[in-house]
């Protein structure tokens, strides 16, 4: 095998044999002397040093020859889960300035500005490479348009790719595995001790059921039978890179991210529960030992949907659906299947008696313009709890808007009575030159000490919803 560096020159016959294929290339180049030479040259090295340095020799074989020939070079490197091998990528590609600070050489060229988001993402692959519990979390990437937010898991993907072809970041898989799947996962738990003990590594992981099927009917269970071979990153190839991006949220389908059963393949294996009848197409088993892209996932609300579809008066979602109607500016929003005031009617019919899902209907009903609509659900929260003084002010409010000063007042002492902190009813009765002082409160009776006449407990204590002259209806905390 001739390495990248290799000086090895080929015979002179294959020279000459080489020459008139290497001759249009040269077609149109300029003459000895041009200024551009130099860079052209430069440029030609660099190409077939580039395909020297990328051309892939395969390595296949058995398990047996891979725990003998590629187990003893790098045990460690060869048992990295997917964070520790991106880790490891993003290093092979980094540096530590003089200051102790990580800078990674693949951002250098293509980002700027955003080096407090940059070092986020590495502290991320850092923790999660060191088996942290951030190691279980999505990495999202927020931010506004052409933020760099795509430029940024562009580059993380060439790089893998790029890693992948060297001998530090050299990948093996199980041959015919669907997820490219480590064949150190071969390794029988009851010898997994020894493994650790003869090697210092740790192995985790199970063999895919595809893998498992394979092993018993094909090998008769003799893992050091099953095939091997080295692997190699590619997006286009989907292996060890998936993306995702969704389809209009009405027609989606979860089969683009797990696959689907393959029903070619049911009549052959006879079972539609059996791993290789199925298709393994999804986004998610490409991403196998590498990483998935899902773009500008969080536009479906899919979490909205599923838990409105089961708990009809789940006040936070119910909050974070007509959040979302009011930011796209639609009575039905993307994705949804029905449209906010629906989701609303839907929980009142279902829970009559809510005062919180009224409460924020009502602040909902204000900020779409529809205040005859708000009022009858402001009012009906205030008839089923009178003590709330949230209620009683947001009606304040409402009959303020509608110049009804008398009941505005009446509304806004109930308010204050009760202890709600807020200044903004009293000064717009103010502005408006209707506020009156409420009378004085009789003196307190020996009744006000027997128990009939003692406060709410405090189980009956208002949820905090948002007044209604906030623009957009706030999910309540005790929800």
Not at 3 to 16: E, F, I, L, V
Not at 81 to 94: F, K, S
Not at 170 to 194: F, K, N, Q, T
Not at 451 to 465: G, I, Q
Request: negative net charge; contains cysteine; charged residues 20%.
């Amino acid at each position: 095998m001739t390495s990248p560096g290799s000086t090895h020159q080929p015979p002179d016959d294959a020279r000459k044999s080489a020459t008139p294929a290497m001759a249009p290339l040269l077609d149109g180049a300029p003459q000895a002397g041009h200024q551009d030479d130099a860079p052209r040259a430069r440029f030609a090295h660099d190409m077939a040093a580039y395909a020297a340095q990328h051309r892939i020799t395969p390595w296949r074989g058995q398990f047996a020859d891979f725990l003998e020939q590629i187990l003893p070079t790098g045990a460690t490197l060869l048992a990295r889960n997917a964070h520790q091998y991106l880790w490891d990528m993003m290093r092979w590609n980094g540096q530590t300035d003089g200051g102790g600070r990580f800078r990674c050489r693949l951002f250098d060229d293509e980002l700027f500005g955003i080096d407090e988001a940059i070092d986020r993402v590495a502290a991320y692959f850092k923790a999660a490479a060191a088996g942290s519990e951030v190691g279980r979390r999505m990495l999202l990437l927020l931010g506004p348009p052409s933020g760099g937010k795509s430029t940024m898991v562009i580059l993380l993907k060439r790089g893998l790719e790029e890693y992948s072809h060297s001998s530090e970041g050299a990948l093996y898989g199980i041959d015919g595995c669907p997820v490219h799947e480590s064949p150190l996962h071969l390794v029988p738990h009851g010898m997994r001790a020894d493994f650790r003990a003869s090697y210092g590594v740790e192995l985790q992981g199970e063999l895919c059921p595809h893998c498992r099927a394979r092993l018993e009917e094909q090998y008769a269970g003799d893992f050091l039978r099953m095939p091997v071979e080295r692997i190699h990153i590619s997006e286009a190839g989907r292996c060890g890179i998936g993306t995702y991006a969704p389809h209009d949220p009405t027609t989606a389908d979860l089969a683009d991210l797990v696959g689907s059963v393959d029903l070619s393949k049911v009549a052959q294996y006879g079972d539609e529960g059996d791993p290789r009848a199925w298709s393994w197409s999804g986004a998610v088993y490409a991403a196998s030992r590498g990483m998935l892209e899902m773009i500008e996932i969080l536009k479906v609300k899919r979490e909205f949907l599923y838990t409105l579809e089961h708990f009809p008066n789940h006040h936070r979602a119910l909050a974070s659906m007509a959040k979302l109607g009011l930011r796209q500016k639609s009575a039905q929003p993307g994705g949804a299947r029905y449209t906010v005031s629906c989701f609303f009617e839907r929980a009142i019919a279902y829970a009559p008696h809510d005062v919180t899902a009224r409460m924020v209907y009502g602040n909902y009903l204000l900020a779409t313009g529809q205040d005859t609509a708000a009022l009858e659900q402001l009012d009906a929260a205030s008839r089923l709890a009178p003590e709330q003084a949230t209620i009683q002010y947001n009606l304040g409010l409402m009959y303020v808007k509608k110049k009804e000063y008398e009941k505005a007042g009446v509304h806004a002492h109930k308010a204050y009575a009760l202890g709600f902190p807020l200044p903004g009813l009293k000064n717009k009765l103010k502005a408006a030159g209707k506020w009156r002082e409420a009378p004085p409160a009789p003196p307190a009776t020996e009744a006000a000490s027997v128990p009939d006449a003692v406060a709410p407990p405090a189980s009956a204590a208002e949820p905090a919803v948002a007044p209604v002259e906030e623009t957009v209806p706030a999910p309540p905390s005790g929800a």
